[in-house]
Nanobody, 126 residues
Framework: QVHLVESGGGLVQAGGSLRLSCVAS????????VAWFRQAPGQEREFVAA????????HYSHSVEGRCYMSGDHMKNTVYLTIDSLKPEDTAVYYC???????????????????WGQGTQVTVSS
């Protein structure tokens, strides 16, 4: 049973940057596909980014591609999501998720992930 805890959210001005962290316990993150999703008020939870350790690949949604980078630290069993050039529309609760043996086509799908964190709020002011 993997337990995920996100942190690093907060209030930031448009144009700024944030680095979110997701620390895992109860399992080794490098054996999972790990993703970030976000959910704005009144909207569905949407895919942001994912990493597949085994294939050393990263995948990003169109909404953040080019200003977002996902990385990981095996020693700390932690993944990070850095978003630059933040926009007010990036305001949401950001969730970390982990799933086993995911195909690339499954990475953007919420239902593919069996483990979720509690989320961290990101608010971008204009």
């Amino acid at each position: 049973q993997v337990h995920l805890v996100e942190s690093g959210g907060g209030l930031v001005q448009a144009g700024g940057s944030l680095r979110l962290s997701c620390v895992a316990s109860g399992g080794t993150l490098s054996t999972y596909s790990v993703a970030w999703f976000r959910q704005a008020p009144g909207q569905e939870r949407e895919f942001v980014a994912a990493i597949r350790w085994g294939a050393s690949t990263r995948h990003y949604s169109h909404s953040v591609e080019g200003r977002c980078y996902m990385s990981g630290d095996h020693m700390k069993n932690t993944v990070y999501l850095t978003i630059d050039s933040l926009k007010p529309e990036d305001t949401a609760v950001y969730y970390c998720a982990a799933g086993m043996d995911l195909l690339t086509s499954s990475l953007p799908l919420r239902g593919a992930y069996g483990y979720w964190g509690q989320g961290t709020q990101v608010t971008v002011s204009s």
